[in-house]
């Protein structure tokens, strides 16, 4: 499976709603973001490269100045600056640290005046338009750190400790300047100690789960919440369901925004119907179409509801409200029927949080080797301590003992094995899926629209899209 896009682009659907960040600006004003020409001054970061060496192999001059924005919402930004005290001690120079949620405006000037920072974790609804930074030449191809040898074994190269849907993920064309750092697992949410106590299991079909509703209505808990005011949560779920179904092939076609991908899949509609007979049969906790994310994350943990579609970063973000013993889980992709292309076990799990290094900062260099570190064992492992999320390393987490969520999602891993589901209509088109679509899930789960309408106004908005110049395209191959 591979990528031919010209930019995948990186907000996990405006991630930064679920971290922290409640409203979501207009994607006119994402798309504005970097203006400056840039790739002007190639050169740039020159001064600052040092000699390279088996223990310095990107050549980082020791005591050359480096700064760090890092997103700072649910992730928080310690594990950021805890790389940066062992950059600091080996290169001998404190890094200059800011962590943030507006990215976008703060570094929006920036670019344009050509003095950005050096590494930046790119996330937020507040976020820079990386495919205008790509397209201008702004970013650093981040090659070079992934032929470097990795910290932890000088024999492997950074590359060959990844998730290979990582390199796949950063790719410009023929440049790879997008680093997601983290590996988010999505799917259905649920506490372990719910399902025990009140001898429920977690459903393997759709059947299942109609009938398992039924009995958890009878108890008085709603079935399911989800965030109304952000209803692409749902299309965590939805998108991967259909993949699942239907096959890869058929989702791919839905991504590269081909006519008739959405009305002729026979999968897309059973998908859709299945959430209409949710909506239908009053398996949404009352009053989820008004709630945030914090919100219905409180709800679920508090025990008004037993599911919720949401990412891994959910452990983390909702731990406040979280009790010691609820056993937060994950499960796999629900089965349709014998007719499904792919098997059960099958999961969404991708890479996220994007980190780009500029290159026209003072340091680039200095900006990948921050990431190298950050892509050792020791780090990687502080990662999933601090927030409870997998990073792009495969086999960090092997032999730590992890929270009750993140063992989870890296058990769904293990489990799905080959079969873990990229999407990428979320990355490619925020603005079809969060807010065109987005509109239509509203809908469909107050049952204010049926499901056949669903679809065809789907496919209407797709081919919108597709026949729009001022669009850019991407194409993925199968």
Same mark, same amino acid.
């Given at each position: 499976?591979?990528?031919?896009?010209?930019?995948?682009?990186?907000?996990?659907?405006?991630?930064?709603?679920?971290?922290?960040?409640?409203?979501?600006?207009?994607?006119?004003?994402?798309?504005?973001? +970097?203006?400056?020409?840039? &790739? #002007?001054?190639? @050169?740039?970061? *020159? =001064?600052?490269?040092? %000699?390279?060496?088996? /223990?310095?192999?990107?050549?980082?001059?020791?005591?050359?100045?480096?700064? +760090?924005?890092?997103?700072? &919402? #649910?992730?928080? @930004?310690?594990? *950021? =600056?805890?790389?940066? %005290?062992?950059?600091? /001690?080996?290169?001998?120079?404190?890094?200059?640290?800011?962590?943030?949620?507006?990215?976008?405006?703060?570094?929006?000037?920036?670019?344009?005046?050509?003095?950005?920072?050096?590494?930046?974790?790119?996330?937020?609804?507040?976020?820079?338009?990386?495919?205008?930074?790509?397209?201008?030449?702004?970013?650093?191809?981040?090659?070079?750190?992934l032929d470097a040898p990795s910290l932890d074994d000088p024999k492997k190269k950074v590359r060959d400790t990844l998730y290979p849907s990582t390199l796949e993920k950063g790719k410009h064309k023929d440049a790879f300047d997008v680093f997601y750092y983290a590996f988010t697992v999505y799917g259905t949410w649920y506490s372990q100690k719910l399902l025990k106590d009140k001898g429920w299991e977690?459903?393997?079909?759709?059947?299942?789960?109609?009938?398992?509703?039924?009995?958890?209505?009878?108890?008085?808990?709603?079935?399911?919440?989800?965030?109304?005011?952000?209803?692409?949560?749902?299309?965590?779920?939805?998108?991967?369901?259909?993949?699942?179904?239907?096959?890869?092939?058929?989702?791919?076609?839905?991504?590269?925004?081909?006519?008739?991908?959405?009305?002729?899949?026979?999968?897309?509609?059973?998908?859709?119907?299945?959430?209409?007979?949710?909506?239908?049969?009053?398996?949404?906790?009352?009053?989820?179409?008004?709630?945030?994310?914090?919100?219905?994350?409180?709800?679920?943990?508090?025990?008004?509801?037993?599911?919720?579609?949401?990412?891994?970063?959910?452990?983390?973000?909702?731990?406040?409200?979280?009790?010691?013993?609820?056993?937060?889980?994950?499960?796999?992709?629900?089965?349709?029927?014998?007719?499904?292309?792919?098997?059960?076990?099958?999961?969404?799990?991708?890479?996220?949080?994007?980190?780009?290094?500029?290159?026209?900062?003072?340091?680039?260099?200095?900006?990948?080797?921050?990431?190298?570190?950050?892509?050792?064992?020791?780090?990687?492992?502080?990662?999933?301590?601090k927030v409870r999320s997998l990073t792009a390393v495969k086999g960090a987490t092997e032999g730590m003992r992890l929270s009750p969520g993140l063992s989870s999602a890296a058990e769904a891993v293990t489990?799905?094995?080959?079969?873990?589901?990229?999407?990428?209509?979320?990355?490619?088109?925020?603005?079809?899926?969060?807010?065109?679509?987005?509109?239509?899930?509203?809908?469909?789960?107050?049952?204010?629209?049926?499901?056949?309408?669903?679809?065809?106004?789907?496919?209407?908005?797709?081919?919108?899209?597709?026949?729009?110049?001022?669009?850019?395209?991407?194409?993925?191959?199968?």
């Amino acid at each position: 499976m591979g990528s031919t896009s010209s930019f995948n682009r990186r907000d996990l659907v405006k991630r930064a709603a679920a971290l922290g960040i409640i409203a979501v600006p207009a994607m006119g004003t994402l798309s504005a973001c +970097a203006t400056g020409g840039g &790739g #002007g001054n190639e @050169d740039k970061g *020159a =001064k600052n490269k040092g %000699a390279t060496s088996a /223990k310095n192999p990107l050549g980082v001059k020791k005591g050359a100045p480096l700064e +760090a924005f890092i997103f700072k &919402g #649910g992730l928080g @930004d310690q594990y *950021a =600056k805890d790389a940066e %005290a062992d950059f600091g /001690k080996t290169y001998g120079v404190t890094v200059k640290h800011t962590g943030t949620q507006q990215i976008g405006p703060k570094l929006q000037p920036r670019f344009a005046g050509g003095n950005p920072p050096d590494l930046i974790d790119n996330s937020g609804a507040d976020h820079l338009d990386m495919n205008k930074l790509s397209a201008q030449g702004q970013l650093q191809d981040l090659t070079e750190l992934l032929d470097a040898p990795s910290l932890d074994d000088p024999k492997k190269k950074v590359r060959d400790t990844l998730y290979p849907s990582t390199l796949e993920k950063g790719k410009h064309k023929d440049a790879f300047d997008v680093f997601y750092y983290a590996f988010t697992v999505y799917g259905t949410w649920y506490s372990q100690k719910l399902l025990k106590d009140k001898g429920w299991e977690y459903p393997a079909s759709f059947d299942d789960m109609i009938k398992l509703c039924g009995e958890i209505k009878k108890a008085g808990v709603a079935p399911w919440t989800y965030p109304g005011k952000y209803p692409y949560y749902v299309h965590f779920n939805l998108f991967a369901q259909i993949a699942k179904i239907g096959g890869l092939d058929k989702w791919i076609a839905i991504d590269n925004l081909e006519p008739k991908a959405w009305t002729s899949n026979d999968a897309v509609k059973q998908v859709v119907e299945h959430y209409a007979e949710l909506a239908a049969k009053g398996y949404f906790l009352q009053g989820s179409q008004g709630l945030t994310h914090i919100q219905s994350q409180t709800a679920w943990t508090r025990g008004k509801a037993v599911f919720i579609p949401n990412g891994s970063w959910v452990e983390n973000e909702a731990s406040p409200t979280t009790p010691k013993d609820f056993g937060m889980a994950v499960g796999p992709l629900f089965n349709g029927g014998s007719g499904d292309r792919m098997p059960h076990g099958t999961l969404r799990a991708e890479p996220s949080e994007p980190f780009i290094v500029a290159k026209d900062g003072k340091n680039p260099v200095g900006g990948m080797e921050l990431l190298r570190i950050l892509l050792s064992k020791k780090h990687a492992q502080n990662f999933a301590t601090k927030v409870r999320s997998l990073t792009a390393v495969k086999g960090a987490t092997e032999g730590m003992r992890l929270s009750p969520g993140l063992s989870s999602a890296a058990e769904a891993v293990t489990a799905g094995g080959r079969n873990l589901l990229m999407i990428q209509l979320q990355e490619w088109y925020p603005k079809l899926t969060d807010e065109k679509l987005g509109g239509l899930t509203s809908q469909l789960l107050t049952g204010d629209m049926k499901a056949a309408e669903w679809i065809k106004k789907a496919q209407q908005y797709a081919d919108e899209f597709a026949k729009d110049d001022s669009v850019t395209k991407f194409h993925r191959e199968s």
